[in-house]
């Protein structure tokens, strides 16, 4: 009998268990890195490495150096990275930058015809849309109700709300990047939910999506911190204006309509502050140039780069290696070695004085100015622009690592200010002509180049100076095509349209298309015409 | 925790050897037992005194002898035949001829949470016996019947020792998720996942131990196992021992030689030579090493025009042949069965020593296992306690190599002429004396200087206590409670001078650690209730119980450079920072889960049984957490009917019909339905000013997640003739996936990811399944059995998200080259490239592709999907002969229309790949190429989509079974066999079984010759 009693207890302590058991369910992460959102913000600093992933969001792909626990799904980390991506979309696909891989569909960019499901294409449209989904995030988590709710201290809360502006500015950027590559696009914000729920971002026009950015830098301008003031590496209104004065600069490609005038009033803002021109064009590109008061004083805003720190395979560190090879050596340029990638056409080397340009920084040993095979790096030029060394008194020094380069990638700086001041007066927005060729000389002086005449200073030279002042720096594409140029028989280069003579391309190029994936998935998108 | 189970299980060894004891004479009883049916000797059939624990075993004659007292009772018995009892006398010679029970049939089968009679069972349940397993050097318990059981494909990942097979049941159910059977082990469910360092949860098992594998195939069987059971189960059990059997100690050794059966064709030195000679004339400096007038060894592509007073040096290095070898494996299995007083026992210890024919990887097991079952309370309670150890030294060499291997220029040698970079050739970065980084890395120096072991330990166990009711003994109360604990700790060091981990500014080389700790509880309880209602001609029985388990996984790593850096040339060495990375990681889950099954039988004719499993798993969220699977089946024991019964050919016939829902809830993370921020690690800061910032970033989520649901229809019938000398099974099934886990593009900007699980899409798997066992031969020196079984099976996506393809497969050769692809109406991952067109010879034209959608240029809209890598046929044969003392085994699986995407040959196949600008560094090809004629990669090629078709020879053995060694006292049977002995395929590429459809990396599977030895006494 007693046996009957210990398996009757059994049984009762078992179903005693099953219903604590049911509470199990509710797990929370137990790992000590993670955190939900109910949690993490318990510590303020965290609202400040929030914004700093914001700003890396441009920097690494991923979470993790070398692009571990990458960001963007569907491709390789490295790959995934954000200016890697954006450089192939608005260099590789111009007469600027031909490269020699097999990766998937990267050849198409410089053929100029990719299709709905290229994974390079899908890997810039997500790129951006997570960056935009990060600020949203950080936008929503740092509402003043949440503060409020979290007791955050004022102090914090002074702090956060000029992060927020920043946070604004990033993702204004990243929706002028959708605008300008892709047109049409979905809209998403702080207001709309996150977490596959069924929710579907509508489709926002062009112009709706301009006037979007446009408002919101509008904004944030006067609240963003004076230009050099804040942090170097953080937006400030330097930032704002700049990015303002691109909008306004290819107005007329994003809404049929010129704004000249407004890109010039933006342009005078930022020369009438402390940016200065850095004393030689090559520092721009060196690893120190985050250290040097006089080249950080060009650079509007950078993005950061740091051999022990901030390691990446996109960024700089794929522009420095990928631009070696043949009979280059690596350690001359302080790295490791080469990939053999990229090189440039020789449309695009013709616009340069070989001889006193400074900026004309080929590498011609044992390559060929044509190209008669494109997988060959020895078939045209190579252009070992951005480098991982600097010149200290003389003296070269090597960034901190071989493999991963410090150099910071100048995404806006004062040279290209001065060229879309003159651009914008020689076609007829105001200004001042004079201005414009001082700004224009003031660089040609600077490469070593002799200085132009008021009649010279033509907008199709203004074209080619952006090229020999700008080049690689990830501003071509929109260029080309705010010309004419990009798709059209008035201009080709070796292998547009993949004949090495090259050709006229269809304009549905002018756009990349929206993925196939997005256009599926999303009842409300429209694909771009033609694809 | 280890340590702790570890001495106790050796204090257990040391009771139970010192109670065996000795038995007392008093008069001899003797005589041979006999098959009443054919009267053929029966060896190894069990003769014990009624009541005790004394007795012995029939030799290989099936003679015995025992002594008794007078007036004794002697029990007969032998598995598969009904046990008689025989009153003796002492100096009587008794000889008996046992009848053979109902054959197969008779059997229980194991099924989840309990035992059925396998006659009774109404779901697709098939069982393989110890007898029946596959042969030779198996060191992993799935390769024990690989080729065995219709419906279920077996296929190792590859040839590494101890590396872990794939196991497929009825073709995958997932597209996502995982697609691995749930495996039990003795009533412990297991997780897939044991944490890095390890190969395969099943390897911590000694086959030698394992007693039966039951495959359950339909969802009438699985359901009960709810929502972990859509990909089937298998349950394996393990041997025990048996109440009043004597003590019978086996030991089984096994020497094995492993070879490379076959190594990919590539270019000699000489052909190489030659080859640069035609298609690179101006790079044959690329060749050989170069020394500089002084000596000194100078990158190849520093070679200056003139060339005066350097030299060339030409080697012939064949790199596959440097990084095999001939590998010994060497095999231990002890155990001793038997009763100890009321207490049945088994206790066995193994040890695996196993070498890789990649130079270095080896593999070492002990495995202990106790196995206590003893039966108390007058037969009311019993008690099963099961302790299994298993203790595994894993090195794992570098399988980079044998890429390596393929690539590596031929005309350099394995040695470096100037002893840089730890004595091993490297590829120099032209004008500079530190690696090339493009170059191949020497794979000599792979392996050698990559140090990279792990122990992997595991231990689990259970107890499980089974009691019938006194008042009530149709009911039983049964409690499981079982752990599974495993701890590995690796580390991997490499040298650095090393130059594949070299770093010329902070000092290069790997010093890493890691630790991976997976703990599983369980806690299981049933009601079983039995009756037989005479009145009715019914038989119920009725079961209930729940389930709770939880999961807990650490995984921690600490990885850093070796901070000195050392000039290769100088060897000097200095001080350099230390980069390190370390951090750890956790999870838990919980799953908990409502169960119960009716099983009714009608006038022993008409069966059913209806199961239900209600499973709640804290990996979704509450809205989503519980999940119901029911199942419905329905028997006829056709034979049983009038019209048959008095046939007296038809012996068996069952027509079993079932239904079900099943579950899939193994999908990556624990967390994917739960918002979640992660910090980063210190190489991915940002900068403000000088000061960098640790990153804080939200993951994406699904709130919405939940598993996946397998409906499936099986229509079956088992069939046995002439006594079953021929019988087996056929069975028609249907299995619909819903709610398929498909990770999928996110709408961008809709989370803060843009691939996600979710629950979206529909996958069908229609199949038919055959076997058939025979005995051709049943006669008293003479015995052969056949059998054969084969399945069919098409699988289908029928539903995607909006339906959209998902590009799929990732390739080596290029970064985002994907070759497969998820599409409605086509096969999961089926090839998706470009249809080649070939010229009149039927060589293929390099670059020339089908315009299919007929727009005038080649876009990726031209891609088609053509063939898949899963087989539409599976057949498996075994064979196994025995005459007098000598039996010969065989056992074989063929696959048809499997396809394989050759990566190996599109990424090793193209001239151009032979000189590569970017280094600069020459590459060896395979010689297809001269077939192929292609200058540049064509990845995406219909061309390298190859049939891979096979037959595969998996296992030959014969032996032989010595009589009358040591008076008696023992068996002895030796075997010689051999794993893998040919594989019969058209295919081109190393092996034509590919797991996954992609090959590249191939590490070749051995054939393995083994001697073994059997001993019992």
């Known amino acids: 009998m007693r046996k009957i009693f210990y398996i009757i207890a059994l049984i009762g302590v078992s179903a005693l268990m099953f219903s604590a058991c049911t509470k199990d369910l509710d797990t929370i992460p137990i790992d000590p890195d993670e955190n939900t959102a109910g949690t993490v913000f318990d510590d303020p600093e965290a609202y400040t490495s929030f914004l700093a992933k914001c700003y890396a969001g441009l920097a690494t792909g991923g979470n993790h150096g070398g692009d571990g626990e990458p960001d963007v799904a569907g491709i390789d980390g490295g790959f995934s990275q954000y200016l890697r991506q954006y450089w192939y979309h608005q260099e590789l696909s111009t007469d600027e930058a031909i490269i020699s891989w097999d990766d998937a569909t990267i050849k198409d960019f410089h053929y100029q015809q990719w299709g709905t499901g290229d994974v390079f294409v899908a890997a810039m449209y997500y790129r951006v849309y997570y960056q935009i989904s990060l600020c949203n995030e950080y936008l929503r988590q740092t509402a003043d109700g949440k503060l409020s709710d979290r007791g955050v201290s004022d102090d914090w809360r002074t702090k956060i709300k000029a992060y927020r502006l920043e946070v604004r500015f990033l993702r204004a950027l990243s929706y002028w990047h959708a605008l300008d590559l892709f047109g049409s696009v979905p809209f998403v914000d702080e207001n709309d939910p996150i977490g596959s729920g069924g929710f579907y971002p509508s489709q926002y026009t062009k112009a709706e999506l301009f006037a979007f950015i446009e408002s919101e830098l509008k904004d944030i301008e006067g609240q963003m911190m004076a230009p050099g003031t804040n942090e170097y590496g953080r937006a400030d209104q330097g930032a704002v204006w700049t990015l303002l004065a691109k909008l306004y600069m290819n107005a007329e490609v994003y809404l049929g309509q010129n704004k000249y005038a407004d890109c010039i009033s933006y342009c005078d803002m930022i020369t009438g502050s402390s940016y200065q021109l850095a004393p030689t064009w090559q520092q721009l590109f060196y690893s120190n140039n985050d250290q040097v008061p006089a080249t950080m004083s060009e650079i509007i805003f950078p993005i950061r780069y740091d051999g022990q720190r901030t390691k990446t395979w996109g960024g700089t560190t794929f522009l420095v290696h990928a631009a070696i090879g043949g009979s280059m050596v690596g350690t001359d340029y302080g790295v490791d070695g080469g990939w053999g990638g990229t090189r440039v056409t020789p449309q695009f080397v013709e616009k340069f004085d070989m001889n006193t340009d400074q900026r004309a920084v080929f590498y011609t040993d044992g390559q060929t100015m044509n190209i008669a095979t494109v997988g060959d790096f020895t078939n045209g030029y190579a252009y070992p622009k951005f480098v991982n060394y600097s010149i200290v008194n003389g003296n070269k020094e090597d960034g901190y690592a071989q493999d991963f380069p410090d150099t910071d990638f100048p995404l806006f700086r004062l040279g290209d200010i001065y060229l879309m001041y003159a651009e914008a007066v020689v076609r007829g927005g105001g200004g001042s002509m004079s201005q414009a060729l001082g700004y224009v000389n003031d660089l040609r002086t600077r490469a070593g180049v002799s200085t132009i005449s008021e009649s010279e200073l033509t907008k199709e030279f203004i074209l080619d100076e952006r090229a020999r002042e700008l080049g690689w720096e990830g501003h071509r594409r929109t260029d080309l095509i705010r010309y004419g140029l990009f798709t059209s028989v008035d201009y080709v280069w070796e292998w547009k349209g993949n004949t090495q003579q090259g050709r006229a391309t269809d304009d549905k190029y002018n756009l990349y298309p929206l993925p196939a994936a997005d256009v599926n998935g999303n009842p409300n998108l429209d694909q771009n015409p033609l694809y | ?1017």
């Open chain 2, 1 to 1017: 925790m280890v340590k702790h189970l570890t001495a106790k299980m050796i204090l257990l060894l040391s009771m139970l050897a010192f109670s065996l004891t000795g038995f007392a004479q008093s008069g001899q009883v003797s005589g041979v037992i006999t098959d009443a049916l054919d009267g053929s000797t029966l060896p190894g059939a069990t003769v014990v005194v009624k009541g005790t624990v004394q007795g012995t075993v029939t030799d290989i004659n099936g003679n015995y002898a025992i002594t008794v007292e007078p007036n004794t009772t002697l029990v007969y018995s032998f598995v598969g035949y009904e046990t008689q009892e025989r009153l003796v006398q002492p100096g009587s010679t008794v000889n008996l001829a046992l009848m053979m029970t109902s054959t197969a049939l008779e059997e229980f089968v194991v099924i989840g949470y309990g035992v059925q009679k396998k006659e009774d069972a109404t779901g697709a349940v098939t069982a393989i016996k110890a007898d029946d397993f596959n042969k030779g050097a198996i060191t992993s318990p799935a390769g024990l019947i690989a080729g065995k059981v219709a419906g279920v494909s077996i296929s190792s990942n590859g040839g590494a020792p101890g590396t872990s097979s794939q196991i497929r049941i009825r073709g995958g159910s997932s597209l996502s998720a995982s697609n691995d059977p749930l495996i039990v082990i003795d009533g412990i469910p297991i997780t897939n996942d044991a944490g890095s360092g390890t190969r395969n949860p099943l390897n911590s098992l000694n086959p030698n131990d394992i007693e039966t594998f039951t495959v359950l195939k339909d969802a009438s069987a699985t359901a009960i196992y709810g929502s972990r059971a859509s990909n089937g189960v298998i349950i394996v059990t393990t041997k025990k021992g048996k109440e009043g059997a004597p003590l019978k100690i086996e030991y089984q050794g096994k020497f094995s030689i492993n070879q490379v059966p076959k190594t990919l064709d590539i270019f000699s030195s000489s052909e190489f030579q030659k080859f640069y000679q035609e298609q690179f004339p101006n790079q044959m400096d690329m060749l050989g090493v170069w020394f500089d007038p002084d000596g000194n060894v100078i990158p190849n592509a520093d070679v200056p025009d003139d060339r005066e007073g350097y030299e060339q040096k030409i080697y012939n290095t064949d790199w596959q042949d440097e990084i095999y070898q001939n590998a010994v494996t060497k095999d231990h299995a002890i155990s001793a069965t038997g009763a100890w007083k009321m207490l049945p026992y088994r206790f066995s210890v193994g040890y695996t020593d196993q070498e890789g024919i990649l130079k270095t990887s080896a593999f070492k097991r002990t495995t202990v296992g106790v196995a206590l079952n003893p039966t108390l309370l007058d037969d009311h309670l019993k008690l099963n306690v099961n302790a299994n150890g298993s203790f595994i030294k894993n090195n794992f060499s570098n399988q980079g190599a044998v890429g390596a291997a393929i690539q590596m220029d031929p005309t350099k040698p394995v040695i470096a002429p100037d002893g840089t970079y730890g004595g091993y050739y490297t590829w120099l970065e032209n004008g500079q004396t530190i690696p090339n980084t493009q170059g191949t890395d020497n794979p000599v120096a792979l392996i050698m200087q990559n140090d990279d072991q792990s122990d992997a330990n595991r231990v689990f166990g259970n107890f499980q206590a089974d009691y019938k009711f006194h008042f009530l003994p149709d009911l039983h109360a049964n409690l499981n409670l079982a752990l599974d604990h495993s701890k590995n700790e690796g580390t991997v060091y490499r040298p650095n001078y090393a130059a594949a981990w070299y770093n010329n500014t902070q000092g290069g080389g790997q010093s890493n650690e890691y630790t991976s700790d997976h703990k599983n509880n369980l806690l299981d309880f049933y009601l079983n209730y039995t009756k037989d209602i005479a009145s009715i001609d019914s038989k119920i029985e009725v079961m209930g119980g729940y389930s709770w388990q939880n999961f807990w996984y650490e995984n921690t790593w600490d990885n850093n450079n070796i901070p000195v850096f050392i000039d290769p040339v100088t060897g000097d060495s200095t001080g350099q920072s230390l980069v390190n990375s370390s951090g750890i990681d956790r999870g838990e889950l919980f799953l908990v889960s409502f169960f119960g099954r009716l099983n009714y039988t009608f006038k022993n004719r008409y069966l059913l049984t209806a199961t239900f499993r209600q499973d709640g798993s804290s990996r979704f969220s509450e809205d989503n957490r519980w999940g119901l699977f029911p199942s419905l089946a329905l028997g006829w024991k056709i034979n049983e009917e009038s019209f048959l019964k008095d046939v007296k050919a038809v012996s068996t016939m069952k027509l079993r019909l079932g239904w079900g829902i099943t579950g899939q809830q193994d999908i990556g993370g624990y967390y994917g339905s739960l918002g979640r921020y992660a910090y980063g690690n210190d190489q991915a800061m940002y900068p403000f000013g000088s000061t960098y910032y640790m990153l804080l970033r939200p993951s994406g989520y699904n709130p919405n997640l939940k598993w996946e649901e397998t409906t499936t229809f099986n229509v079956g019938l088992d069939y046995g003739f002439l006594e079953d000398r021929l019988y087996g099974s056929l069975d028609f099934y249907q299995r619909t996936t819903n709610d398929l886990l498909s990770y999928v593009p996110e709408v961008a900007g809709g989370n803060l990811t843009n691939y996600i699980d979710k629950n979206i899409g529909s996958l069908e798997n229609t199949g038919f399944e055959a076997s058939v066992i025979g005995r051709i031969i049943s006669q008293k020196d003479m015995f052969w059995e056949l059998g054969f079984n084969a399945t069919f099976n098409k699988n289908e996506i029928t539903e995607l998200y909006q339906g959209a393809s998902i590009e799929t497969g990732g390739i080596a050769g290029g970064v985002g080259n994907n070759i497969q692809v998820q599409a409605v109406g086509e096969s999961a991952t089926s090839f998706y490239v470009y249809e080649q067109i070939y010229d009149q010879d039927g060589a293929p034209i390099e670059g020339l592709y089908v315009d299919r959608n007929k727009d005038g240029q080649i876009t990726p809209e031209d891609k088609y999907v053509y063939k898949k890598p899963a087989a539409d046929m599976y057949f498996g044969i075994s064979s196994n002969f025995t005459y007098k003392q000598w039996s010969f085994f065989f056992s074989g699986r063929a696959n048809f229309g499997n396809y394989a995407y050759n990566n190996v040959l599109s990424e090793n196949g193209w001239y151009n790949r032979a000189y590569r600008n970017e280094g600069p560094y020459s590459s060896n090809l395979l010689t297809e190429v001269n077939d192929i004629n292609f200058y540049t990669a064509k990845y995406h090629s219909d061309y390298y989509v190859q049939e891979a078709s096979f037959f595969r020879m998996d296992d030959i053995t014969l032996s032989y079974m010595f009589d009358n060694v040591l008076a008696d006292k023992l068996d002895l049977r030796i075997s010689a066999t051999v794993n893998n002995a040919f594989t019969i395929t058209n295919y081109t590429g190393l092996d034509p079984e590919v797991t996954g459809g992609i090959d590249n990396n191939p590490y070749p599977r051995s054939r393995v010759w083994t001697l073994g030895l059997n001993l019992i006494f």
